[in-house]
């Protein structure tokens, strides 16, 4: 998305979630701002997470990850943006 991430993790349990966020901002805001020849923040400084509950959960959490951009008017089908996990799971 271009404002937005969506990510689907499982931790091993030797780091917290709010670490591995940590972390992933942080690696991936020198990356983008090295490119961008840019300084400063990148990344809004809170998250949204969820507790995935079962199978069922799981399956309506990548059905609404998987089908953001088309929602977004992006493009006509999940398998039609390039970063998402639809083309390998269709």
Request: proline residues 6%.
């Amino acid at each position: 998305m271009p404002n937005h991430v969506h990510a689907l993790i499982e931790s091993d349990g030797r780091h917290s979630l709010p670490g591995i966020v940590h972390s992933w901002k942080s690696f991936t805001a020198k990356a983008i701002n090295t490119i961008l020849s840019r300084n400063g923040g990148l990344w809004a400084a809170d998250y949204f997470d969820r507790y995935v509950r079962d199978e069922g959960h799981l399956a309506t959490i990548i059905a609404y990850v998987e089908n953001n951009p088309v929602k977004a008017r992006l493009v006509e089908r999940p398998q039609d943006w390039r970063w998402s996990s639809a083309p390998r799971r269709a």
